[in-house]
């Protein structure tokens, strides 16, 4: 399952806590929500095993596909698009990581763990975007095939040497496994959640810097 389905997850469990009315789960909301995705993100991986390795495998062959083919144009737009969406996600992070830090050091909101796991995902996310800000330019000043296998094995860490070997001797067809029963239903169910993930991650990037403005704005107005 992907990541935007978690996060909207994440987001939306946030109510159906309030609704328990119990003090130890309105004051660890945070550490509740996120055992709650971790605990359905075990269960999904016992419950759709197959459909989970088919995506996996769907999503990493067509990459691997483009590197044997020396398709770079493909292989560009591809690494372009993931660059832009972890730029916007490490955005997300900064400006929430931001906020938290506010709430907890100016307002005086005891979050000390939220903020701790927000700024190891910020790190993180500023982290994968660097690496792939840095394949993009290097397949711009190189856009051949070789500087292709080049990122493929060192910035996505996948092993191509296998790939080619195996596709050889069959087509791209033969080289993914049966697609599951109910996979379509399931690729427009990942593809709804990533559409309110972007959504709710803009929003949620909109409001906190207008927080931030109006903070930095009182603080010097007393100044």
Not at 152 to 179: F, G, H, I, Q, W
């Amino acid at each position: 399952m992907k990541t935007s389905f978690y996060f909207v997850l994440w987001i939306l469990i946030y109510p159906i806590l309030v609704l328990f009315n119990n003090d130890f789960i309105n004051n660890n909301a945070f550490i509740v929500a996120l055992a709650a995705v971790w605990g359905l993100s075990w269960l999904l991986n016992r419950l759709m095993p197959k459909t989970l390795a088919y995506e996996r495998v769907s999503q990493i062959a067509p990459i691997l596909e483009d590197v044997y083919t020396g398709n770079v144009a493909s292989f560009k737009k591809r690494l372009s698009r993931e660059a832009n969406i972890e730029i916007i996600t490490a955005i997300y992070f900064v400006v929430t990581t931001v906020v938290i830090a506010i709430a907890v050091f100016k307002v005086g909101i005891n979050d000390w763990v939220a903020l701790a796991i927000f700024g190891f995902f910020t790190f993180g996310a500023i982290s994968r975007s660097a690496v792939l800000i840095k394949a993009k330019s290097q397949l711009n000043n190189n856009p051949i095939p070789e500087q292709c296998v080049e990122i493929a094995d060192e910035t996505y860490k996948l092993d191509y040497a296998s790939y080619y070997e195996a596709r050889c001797n069959v087509s791209y067809e033969e080289m993914l496994p049966p697609k599951p029963r109910f996979f379509k239903a399931f690729k427009i169910f990942s593809t709804v959640m990533a559409a309110i993930a972007s959504l709710l991650g803009l929003l949620y990037i909109v409001l906190g810097i207008i927080i931030m403005v109006s903070i930095a704005h009182d603080i010097f107005k007393s100044v």
